[in-house]
């Protein structure tokens, strides 16, 4: 289909007073986007000549947010309804013959809805058509008035219903295709006869019926790709439709997911056949997972590169770090942004790794600090082992080279290098490089005296006891303790 003239026009200069926000309408976020970015990406496959977004509230930042996807910006200030924004996107429409026109906050609707629309509009020879659902609840909605089981006459908002046309349940999604050069006209003819004396898009229609031209409704098969969000509960049921579609799609693709409704997926998130993803997961960002991976409950990762079958055990939090094949992290691991973990490291549980490369098998299994670090193959990095990386002002790198075994509860204080193969013995603090196949030892040389406790005890036995209090007093006392 070529649509070389056809422009989408996105109007979303609004600031949604419902939402109860300092933040404009267009830049809330469900199903990990922004309102605008789902709209704008949908509009995409149309091909038509260029996307126009018509912004007014936050201006600056919804531009930040379309310009990159190849949208243009226009401003309508102040923002005078649907109809008057229409008119401010004018100047920008160059020679399209018909406009693919959506509102900022209807961010479900798919490419594939959006080509059947024009399509039907084409075919019909229509001056508008409506993309229009039918819903068991249409209150907060525009309806579609009929005047033929094809033709619309009007569309009729919320506030302006007659009790009888109250229980149409058809309604406007408020996404049209027009036919430039009769909308025009018909929108000069609109009043702004409302109690917000806004200018309404959807009162063109009405206009355009009046004049005799075709006008037509094209029902979405699927209701919920219209819903817009207007209040914060219409966002999360949006969301919810989000998240739902992309765990069929990766179920569909072979990932098998527990008690899907409680785990969360950004749309950019690819996860390989035959991973297992456990209750109540959140995979964010550009997160990437392998093949036979299991990510176990509670587990956050954002923008994580995961090969094939690593295990993320329970309630782990992992941020823009990668992990190779068969790695195995947590539970409660905490890795920070910028680590790697090289094929078969593990990281135990209570671990908190910053910027740290881990060699093949590498091991940190219990309540360790490691940042800044760059750690060599098949090296145990033994229980509470820091690496002391910061003085208050810089942060400095520590190195630790291969077969190495570094000893439980061992400070390591940055800048410092131990060899391969060296040992370090528990409970050192080493501010020094330790050399290859070196023994590390830096503690207080441990002394032993003989009998000791028990002469203690016998002095303490023979000291004066406290005398007792009364028997009233002590009565009490304990009382009191009570
Ligand atoms: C609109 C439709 C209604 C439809 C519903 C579907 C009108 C008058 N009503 O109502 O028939 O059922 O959408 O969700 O169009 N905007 C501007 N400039 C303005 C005013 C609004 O750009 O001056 C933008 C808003 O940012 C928003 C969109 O237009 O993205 C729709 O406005 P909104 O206030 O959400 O209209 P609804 O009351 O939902
Ligand atoms: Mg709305």
Redesign the pocket.
């Known amino acids: 289909m070529s649509n070389n003239d056809l422009t989408n026009v996105?109007?979303?200069?609004?600031?949604?007073?419902?939402l109860k926000s300092s933040l404009?309408?267009?830049l809330h976020r469900a199903g990990g986007r922004t309102?605008?970015e789902h709209i704008v990406r949908a509009c995409g496959p149309l091909k038509g000549r260029e996307t126009v977004v018509?912004?007014?509230?936050q201006a600056e930042q919804v531009a930040a947010i379309v310009e990159p996807l190849e949208a243009v910006t226009v401003l309508?200030h102040?923002?005078?309804?649907?109809?008057?924004?229409m008119l401010v996107a004018k100047r920008s429409l160059g020679r399209a013959k018909l406009a693919v026109v959506l509102?900022?906050?209807?961010p479900l609707v798919r490419p594939e809805t959006l080509k059947a629309l024009v399509t039907a509009h084409r075919n019909g020879n229509a001056a508008a058509t409506i993309l229009s659902a039918v819903l068991a609840d249409p209150s907060?909605?525009?309806?579609v008035v009929r005047k033929s089981e094809t033709a619309v006459s009007a569309?009729v908002?919320?506030s302006q219903l007659t009790d009888e046309q109250r229980d149409i349940n058809e309604?406007?999604?408020?996404i049209y295709c027009f036919t430039l050069e009769k909308l025009w006209p018909a929108l000069a003819h609109v009043k702004p006869n409302?109690k917000h004396r806004?200018?309404?898009?959807?009162?063109a229609i009405a206009a355009l019926s009046a004049k005799g031209e075709t006008v037509l409704a094209q029902v979405a098969a699927d209701s919920r790709e219209?819903?817009?969000?207007?209040t914060r509960a219409d966002l999360a049921d949006v969301d919810r439709v989000f998240r739902e579609w992309k765990r069929n799609a990766l179920m569909d693709a072979g990932v098998t997911i527990q008690l899907p409704e409680t785990v969360l997926i950004d749309p950019d998130v690819v996860v390989g056949e035959d991973t297992i993803i456990e209750p109540t997961v959140q995979l964010l960002g550009k997160t990437k997972i392998g093949a036979r991976c299991t990510i176990r409950t509670g587990s956050v990762l954002t923008d994580a590169v995961l090969g094939d079958e690593v295990t993320v055990e329970a309630h782990c939090v992992v941020a823009e770090s990668r992990l190779d094949d068969g790695v195995i992290i947590g539970p409660f691991a905490r890795l920070r942004p910028n680590n790697h973990l090289k094929a078969g490291a593990r990281i135990g549980n209570f671990v908190e790794l910053k910027k740290t490369t881990m060699g093949e098998g590498t091991k940190a299994m219990h309540l360790s600090y490691l940042g800044d670090a760059k750690i060599g193959a098949k090296s145990n990095v033994g229980a509470g082992t820091i690496t002391c990386n910061y003085d208050g002002f810089h942060k400095y790198p520590t190195s630790i080279g291969n077969k190495v075994f570094i000893g439980s509860d061992t400070a390591l204080v940055a800048p410092v290098r131990v060899g391969d193969g060296a040992y370090i013995a528990a409970g050192s603090t080493i501010t020094e490089n330790v050399p290859s196949d070196g023994l590390g030892i830096a503690r207080g040389r441990q002394v032993n005296k003989p009998g000791w406790a028990a002469k203690k005890r016998r002095e303490l036995a023979t000291v004066e006891k406290p005398k007792r209090t009364s028997k009233r007093k002590s009565r009490r006392t304990s009382k009191r303790r009570k």
């Open positions: 996105i109007l979303a200069a609004g600031k949604g007073t419902r404009a309408k267009v309102l605008v018509v912004v007014g509230h309508q102040p923002q005078n309804g649907t109809g008057h924004a509102p900022g906050d209807a907060g909605y525009g309806r569309i908002e919320e309604i406007n999604s408020a409302n806004e200018l309404y898009l959807t009162d219209v819903l817009g969000c207007n």
